[in-house]
Antibody, heavy 121, light 106 residues
Framework: EVQVLESGGGLVQPGGSLRLTCEAS????????MSWVRQAPGKGLEWVST????????WYADSVQGRFTISRDNPNNILYLQMNALRAEDTALYYC??????????????WGQGTMVTASS | IVLTQSPATLSLSPGERATLSCRAS??????LAWYQQKSGQAPRLLIY???NRATGIPARFSGSGSGTDFTLTISSLEPEDFAMYYC?????????FGGGTKVEIK
């Protein structure tokens, strides 16, 4: 079964750091672009970041540019999101999402259940 | 690119037809997807490239449009279809989602 499983969320003080992990199974990670999408409590979906299949090209939302870093470990089927200088407005459920296909990598075909990040003092 | 979905809420009965709109602030060609999100669950891809159903999506779901105006139609609402629906474009970075339409039971 194709699935992704996020972990690493938690409560952190504003200005702090967290690293989210997404473990992929049932497919070859290196074949697909991967993304992070977040959803603040009671709000809509917000794209955060995407990384291409090989890891050499990344894109970020303006709201996280310079603070968040997406990376991947293809041999071990893991996607990461390093989050630094966290702000209260980063509080959200963070989803890991698999690109729909090799030609539609920036549509999201498989989603995890999410990991909650709360930035609060 | 800003995606504006309307209406914000659609109140309908099972068996009725639902028509959801997504308007882009500039052309996204056909690079638009629709997702369904049920309460407490992750989103699910329904439609990609404006009109193509993803694997396993029932035929009652259909998408249409190109350029700036798009429509998701549910031909006859089933009880499990009452949920939030989001559109998303991949024409330009940053990727963006619409604000969502809630389809609720009347």
């Amino acid at each position: 079964e194709v699935q992704v499983l996020e972990s690493g969320g938690g409560l952190v003080q504003p200005g702090g750091s967290l690293r989210l992990t997404c473990e992929a199974s049932g497919f070859t990670l290196s074949t697909y672009a991967m993304s992070w999408v977040r959803q603040a409590p009671g709000k809509g979906l917000e794209w955060v970041s995407t990384i291409n299949e090989g890891g050499g090209v990344v894109w970020y939302a303006d709201s996280v540019q310079g603070r968040f870093t997406i990376s991947r470990d293809n041999p071990n089927n893991i996607l990461y999101l390093q989050m630094n200088a966290l702000r209260a407005e980063d509080t959200a459920l963070y989803y890991c999402a698999k690109g729909f296909s090799s030609t539609h990598g920036s549509f999201f075909g498989i989603w995890g259940q999410g990991t909650m990040v709360t930035a609060s003092s | 690119i800003v995606l504006t979905q309307s209406p914000a809420t659609l109140s309908l009965s099972p068996g009725e037809r639902a028509t959801l709109s997504c308007r882009a602030s500039q052309s996204v060609s056909s690079y638009l997807a629709w997702y369904q999100q049920k309460s407490g669950q992750a989103p699910r891809l329904l439609i990609y490239d404006a009109s193509n159903r993803a694997t396993g999506i029932p035929a009652r779901f259909s998408g249409s449009g190109s350029g700036t105006d798009f429509t998701l139609t549910i031909s006859s609402l089933e009880p499990e279809d009452f949920a939030m629906y989001y559109c998303q474009q991949r024409s330009n970075w940053p990727l963006t989602f619409g604000g969502g339409t809630k389809v609720e039971i009347k």
